[in-house]
């Protein structure tokens, strides 16, 4: 009866140690897909980002928020361009609003997501194509940091003379 209960036993822990592995890994799958969009919340033409303590607004400069969606069409910038358009988010909505950092922009990539890869909820109809940054290349100082929502990567290898897209951030 001896060697029948140690298999017993011995297949009840193994059970137990498969159980504790697979909770392992899908617990580290699911941290690992978590992206900033956890940290997200709504607020009208903003949203709020924990993670970076920053509001966003949900469309691309040249768009407007309307009930529920960015509508008009996004409008591509230069830097000097930037400098204007921040002015009139200024006056328009009030605040400090600035180009995001890369780190801040980086955030907002959704890698699960289809093209654009950025979560549509939060920041709907996103061109998927370079949207500017406020921090230069530090190897290369005439060129600025963007992200692609096509691609979910950066880039630091544009001038500030070409267009881009824009979309602001204010401190909380």
């Known amino acids: ?3 029948f209960t140690t298999k ?3 297949n009840y822990n193994l059970q137990k140690i498969t159980t504790f592995f697979i909770i392992i890994i899908l617990t580290n799958i699911s941290i690992n897909n978590m992206h900033a969009n956890n940290f997200l919340y709504e607020k009208d033409h903003l949203i709020l980002d924990l993670k970076n303590n920053i509001y966003w607004l949900r469309c691309s400069v040249g768009q407007v ?3 529920n969606n960015c509508s008009g ?3 591509k910038l230069s830097m000097k361009q930037v400098k204007e358009a921040k002015k009139i988010a200024k006056k ?3 605040g400090n609003w600035r180009l995001p950092n890369r780190k801040e922009l980086e955030s907002i990539v959704c890698s699960k997501c289809d093209i654009p890869k950025i979560n549509e909820k939060f920041f709907p109809n996103t061109p998927y194509e370079p949207f500017w940054t406020g921090e230069k290349n530090r190897l290369a100082k005439k060129y600025y940091w963007s992200v692609n929502f096509f691609t979910g990567h950066t880039f630091g290898r544009f001038p500030g003379n070409i267009p881009n897209f824009v979309r602001f ?3 909380r």
């Open 1 to 3: 009866m001896r060697p």
């Open 92 to 94: 328009d909505l009030g």
């Open 73 to 75: 069409k996004a409008l």
């Open 169 to 171: 951030v204010k401190e």
């Open 65 to 67: 928020w309307q009930g």
């Open 8 to 10: 017993i036993v011995f």
